[in-house]
């Protein structure tokens, strides 16, 4: 990965299962399945990615419908984002800032 503005690169692995992972129950999203950690700022994050073709897939399943998430409201957002993919675009990277 390329950072944008300082041009710094990064490597990073991705494997994919359906095995473990952290349940999403922000929006009802697929499960997070973090790959790298950084700091910046005094803030702590978690990386992940996930395959456009997957995130399509995954909102039209049962689970995805029948989640009752603790935003609704993102839970559409996610939806509007996964309908605007095309299935073969650039995975969707997943950024998720850690709480004291």
């Known amino acids: 990965m390329i950072e944008k503005n300082s041009r710094g690169s990064y490597l990073s692995y ?4 359906d095995i473990g992972g952290i349940i999403n129950d922000l929006d ?7 790959k790298s950690y950084f700091s910046e700022n005094d803030n702590e994050y978690l990386l992940g990615l996930v ?3 997957y995130l399509k897939n995954y909102i039209s399943t049962n689970e995805f419908k029948n989640s009752i998430p603790k935003y609704p409201e993102k839970k559409k957002e996610l939806e509007k984002l996964a ?3 095309k299935e073969n675009d650039n995975p969707v990277l997943m950024l998720v800032r850690l709480k004291e």
């Open 83 to 85: 309908n605007s993919l």
């Open 28 to 34: 009802g999203g697929t499960k997070f399945f973090p």
């Open 51 to 53: 395959h456009p073709y």
């Open 14 to 17: 991705w494997e994919t299962t």
